[in-house]
């Protein structure tokens, strides 16, 4: 597939729950070749993925609210206007810490996650069911810490 013009307006996309968060695809893999995909991410407070590395970079912009990172160990504080990238192999994980819910934009080079979100937005329906993620992870090259 060749790489194409993309122009999202606001409220398109697809949208999957994945963790607590609400995902929505703003440019998918198929549109750039594989080569990275952008999502919207609306993070309501402590929803978000437990630590993890895979073998691709993130990059995170937090448009509004506040989010706390894990990053190689260590926990720092991203708000509204700033900037986080983490390159591949890195163990990071993050979850709302607002009380209104964050909204973050996550670019991944080159893309991959998408597969993943999709398979725990049909799989895991609920807290109650968190414990298939790890497996699902497994399948699409995300590596769960163990707590």
């Known amino acids: 597939m060749s790489k194409q013009v993309v122009m999202m307006k606001q409220g398109q996309g697809e949208t999957l729950h994945v963790l607590g968060a609400q995902v929505t695809f703003l440019c998918e893999a198929d549109k750039t070749d ?3 995909s952008l999502m919207e991410v609306v993070l309501p407070k402590h929803a978000g993925p437990p630590p993890h590395d895979h073998p691709w970079d993130e990059a995170y912009y937090v448009v509004n609210g506040q989010v706390k990172f894990l990053v190689g160990g260590k926990e720092q504080m991203v708000g509204a206007g700033e900037f986080l990238y983490t390159p591949g192999g890195t163990l990071h994980g993050f979850q709302g810490a607002s009380d ?7 670019f991944d080079a080159p893309a991959h996650a ?8 049909r799989e895991v329906k609920g807290p109650q069911e968190f414990a298939k993620v790890p497996a699902i992870g497994a399948k699409h090259q995300i590596n769960f810490m163990r707590p």
């Open 114 to 121: 998408e597969s993943f979100f999709r398979e725990v937005d």
């Open 100 to 106: 209104d819910p964050a909204r973050v934009l996550i």
């Open 34 to 36: 594989r080569a990275w």
